[in-house]
């Protein structure tokens, strides 16, 4: 059974930073690219960013480009989100989700999800 739990989620100053962590059991982490994707209120789930099963490849959205960071353990089978500058349009329920093989910007390619995590920021 697959299972991806994140945490790490809460409230932040903007301009604050915060990282994500979603471990992994229930697969082979490694050949499986890793996505982050948040959902505000109101609003639709968004990709944030992804990262190759191998860790040497990922992208981001262009409104988080420079404040954003993934990174992975394939050992501890654990992603990371690393967020900076943190700015009140950051608030929503982030999520990590898995894909068997390539990274992809689309939620509807992904395998599994978490349960997501919330983050606030504050202005």
């Known amino acids: 059974q697959v299972q991806l739990v994140e945490s790490g989620g809460g409230l932040v100053q903007g301009g604050g930073s915060l990282r994500l962590s979603c471990a992994a059991s229930g697969l082979t982490f490694s050949m499986y690219a890793m996505g982050w994707f948040r959902q505000a209120p109101g609003k639709e789930r968004e990709f944030v960013g992804t990262i190759s099963g191998s860790g040497r490849s990922t992208e981001y959205t262009d409104s988080v480009k420079g404040r954003a960071t993934i990174s992975r353990d394939n050992a501890e089978k654990t992603v990371y989100l690393q967020m900076n500058r943190l700015k009140p349009e950051d608030t929503a329920v982030y999520y990590c989700?898995?894909?068997?093989?390539?990274?992809?910007?689309?939620?509807?390619?992904?395998?599994?999800w978490g349960q997501g995590t919330q983050v606030t920021v504050s202005a």
């Open positions: 989700a898995a894909r068997r093989g390539w990274s992809s910007s689309r939620a509807d390619e992904y395998n599994y």
